[in-house]
């Protein structure tokens, strides 16, 4: 890409930011310096050995040796890699400079139940600078009944990372016993808000999930909304504001379908895709092989 | 205005007052150099999108975009804008030094149950001074069973915006359980209550709903009171001491409803006026339409 | 007062007392320098309107005006008023060095049940000594459930203060479901039991309310004791050690009641007198002709 | 004591102690250098105030003036005194040098149930320095389901008074829901435990009550014990390790009973006793006296 | 061990970790300098006394004298002695630089209940440092409802730990009233899921038991799993990644079957041997000539 195309398309996503040379460098790097470099961004994270367990390497025991997330994350192209302390500190060695890190500061298990989830720090924005990552990663629980718990936590982590021009990428999770009350966490209620807030609170990207069309048990005026994927996908990228979003892709699809979704995320406005699972609990070469055919979709949305 | 009156006002709202210079220059900006510029307030907050959710903006969906108000806030001559860290960083670069800025410190949002309210800290006083606010917007929780979590945090922050000479506009919303047994949120009592602590606690402006009539549940000596609403607004303007009061205008009423309550409120003593759906929720240039109508009521009550 | 009279009343309250001299300087001018200026303590405190609401001005509603009370104080030569950082901020400022100021650090609304009592901290010492304060008022909650958080926040209280050489009258107040479980608030067991935790942790000065007679559910030794009004006045006194008493009138009374309840408590051994809606819920003449009774009564009781 | 002979006293207890000069100068003091000074502690507490209430001082109400314990301690030769902040600031002045002061640092009221008990900072570690002290007291909760937060504090304190060299004393206690439903506080499980665990956690003396012979409801290898009190004695000063044990008298007993006991826990390998009611429950001279009768049975078990 | 053969293994134990130079020394120190020296760890541990209470030294009354463990790790070469504070401050003073020491940093007794386990500190890296440790030992209950506090504390441990070079041997506990619904802290599912936390928060070693082969109340898929004890021991340790993997004893076995645990582990991966209880629970000469087997099972497993 040209200087003036890079310098254009900075514009459209960074001008209008109050932030930091630091963070502008960052940010500048993770959109336009790595991955599709086209001003989008193609995530593929790895925090599910934490948040879920070992189960999830079930499907591909090779994904098991951290290694294979990050040789894919580099021979794959992708924009960076967001993990925990323990796997950046034993696996990113070989790869520093070559894949974009985002170091995941929060985390839990999902063993005890979710009614009153929180999501403690398990790392600081001190390590990410230590460790050279581009940009944390944060969990907040959106209306979980301890949200001021979560809240301040994060204020303190938002409040660091300014200091240090790092930026944010917040997984915005409605979650817990009060939003499970009105409908579930994946409405568009509950999405919906949950960009919103990620907005509200500072966050400099979003990742949410696609919301699914329930409608019993939500709040109005959501209950009455009658809207189709695109539009419902739509109305969260305008309620996340100037965040930019990266839509999921969740468990795992057949390609196909992955493919579609990826289509009708862009198409909607988001900013990327991050995949994890759809990825990783591939043999290596179909995972190699599905990444550059979502390449080849998120090329045709360049801003 | 001539030099003189301005300081004959400075002194009727300030000259009171102990404080910093930096507090006096701050208020003066909001008091006389901004807004009606007559000492007293017009006040456009948008801190419902975290609190409420994006549903407030479903009846002027132009409205998700916070250039909206921004925009609104500068051709309407509005006297401050009080929003959170989110949009402050995002949308506040092109009005820098054109609107007034009250950085809202707290927020939550309105998914789990309020019997226990609190109010998290999103931003610091630091952030504040950082962002050239002129005030910290801070909600206060009157009664709720956390008061000793509410009270505490707002400790901190007072001392903090001392130190600064920050001004503080507390919204002192009585809340919980406990004010819910005794008659509710919105009685004269509750709020009465409300308007002195926020005096106590060395709130510079407090923003206090409109009490109502109600006085069932309500504890003696309130429950026997039957006082007009000019009345309660005058009781409650007494109580808040030295506070200066703002009252809300709350969910979206018709033009001439608004005025009248925009009349009734100053009339009783009010410092201003705080309206946030009652503008944004309409198209722009009604919105704009109806600020002037306001102007031209509260020019009526310089102080 | 001769220099030398001063001094050896200085010795029969301070000199056993190992305390900065900064201390000692801020204890002579409540004791020496200010009020009945004989060693006892006539003092005037305004913290109801934070802990009770407004409801307490409504038999006065020109107490609503925190000029009223530091008016009275002044003319009436009370030896001190203690009051919230709000109202110091906002009302001390022509007062400053004509009435000794005593700030009262924490305080609650009552609008929560009591329970688990606890009162949080709503200024600092830091706070007392930028406003040029004598002494700090601080409340502690006798027995409460939480006594846990409660000792540990008068204990960081109580090392500043110590640092800053600032004085410390204590609220011994039982409070709580367990000592509601043991008679109640005001027996003889609970207030004797508060006046020895003020001397263990450290107070100066302690506010004791009289003990009532009341002996069901209280636990033995207690339960058993036949004792007068007076003999409980002085038990409690005995069990406060070195700390000096203050016992406060409670509600109102008649003016002949509360000049008795005076004579009584002097006779008994306190330090002298906390008055607050005995003398400001009175129209002001009244109020200040009373406290030039109380000071007839006081004066007969120098120390 | 001729120096050769204190030397190898000093042997005995400190020398394999891997601590500073400045704890092996104090821990000096209280064992050579006042008290029975043969490497043995008397030790006088007056906690009991705090932590029982006035109630404790109704057999001689003499003790209710402070003054009465440290005059004992002087003239009947204790090795030290331990009591809180508010006593020591008091009433420690005309005594310092003369009788050694073990600064309590932590207690409550018994006001609450006791089932998650935990027992607060009243005072620092700082406050001991200042103050001359020449050992912290402590109490610790031992198996209180709040047993992070007693842990958690106690582990701030030692590292604290590590840094300074102020020897710790624990009281060990017993304590909560849980020890009631395996026996209770006093059975021979509960104290064997707090005996370990005081050493465990850092302390240097620890204070343990005689352990009872009840086993119902203890859990094995306890249950099935039968041993003699003497055996039961030496079996916690053993599980105390290389920590001094003081075996407390508890409530008063008669004159040859409380020596009896002290000759028996002396026997069994206590490092000393420490009598509080015991002592200043009786008139002035009683009490003296069966202090010397005391120092006559401790001569006899130099260490 | 030449030089050359030293820095192979090194490189296939150390290469591959960005950690400081403190770190390399310490672990080199572990595995190379003390123990087996080849690559292997044989570790000691005496927490049980905190842990467990005095109860475990029953069946060996000789090892309460802490210098038993002492004494036999440096006899019977092993790589190093976990335990707490008060026992290193106590009893490893004759032993320093001749026994390498791993200060475990947190503890509790096993009294209440432990649904909601926690392990609070009682000792901070500092303390490891200033008492020449090599590594500090810390306790994560994996599972417990209160993993927030629990994931916390450790971050601050982990972080500082890194700031001073510090290796972290992690026991990785399942526990709490979340895990007993799934199976109980002992199964195949519980067990590799603590292996993987701690690689993911930034345990250099883990502490893991041998999984269980029960699968009653166990979640998908590991209800499904029917896999040899070798099998579960294999995959728990490719659970931990680039965690060296300490297999535990558990309690006392007869000798021969604790050699066949020990043979079977080191076959399946791990990295090495902590047997406490399997030793100190045998008489001296005993535990010795076990220690000596055990030495001749792990010399074959070099790396």
């Not at 063993?111 to 924005?125: Q, R």
Request: with cysteine.
């Amino acid at each position: 890409m040209p200087a003036t195309a890079a310098s254009a398309a900075l514009g459209t996503r960074l001008d209008h930011l109050s932030i930091t040379h630091g963070k502008r460098v960052r940010l500048w790097r993770l959109l336009y310096g790595a991955g599709p470099a086209n001003g989008t961004l193609l995530v593929l994270p790895l925090d599910q050995g934490m948040e879920h367990g070992p189960a999830d390497f079930f499907p591909n025991p090779a994904a098991l040796d951290t290694d294979f997330q990050f040789r894919l994350a580099l021979e794959g192209r992708y924009s960076a890699i967001p993990l925990g302390i323990g796997l950046a500190e034993k696996y990113f060695h070989p790869y520093c400079g070559r894949v974009p890190l985002i170091l995941k500061l929060n985390g839990k298990t999902n063993i005890p139940p979710d009614d009153e989830a929180v999501s403690p720090l398990m790392a600081t924005v001190e390590d990410a600078v230590r460790l050279g990552a581009d940009a944390i990663g944060y969990t907040l629980y959106v209306g979980t009944p301890r949200q001021d718990v979560e809240l301040l936590q994060f204020q303190k982590v938002r409040q660091e990372a300014g200091r240090f021009g790092m930026p944010i990428v917040m997984w915005a999770y409605p979650r817990g016993s009060a939003i499970e009350a009105q409908g579930g966490k994946g409405t568009l209620f509950a999405i919906d808000y949950a960009a919103r807030v990620a907005e509200e609170v500072g966050a400099d990207i979003v990742k949410l999930h696609e919301p699914n069309d329930e409608t019993a048990g939500v709040p109005e005026p959501y209950r009455s909304l009658r809207e189709s994927a695109g539009q419902r996908l739509q109305r969260v990228v305008r309620s996340a504001g100037r965040c930019l979003v990266l839509f999921s892709g969740g468990s795992k699809l057949d390609p196909d379908a992955a493919l579609a979704k990826v289509e009708l995320c862009m198409r909607s406005g988001a900013a990327g895709i991050i995949f994890g699972r759809n990825l990783w609990q591939r043999p290596y070469d179909d995972a190699l092989a599905l990444s550059r055919r979502v390449h080849e979709v998120i090329a045709r949305y360049p801003a």
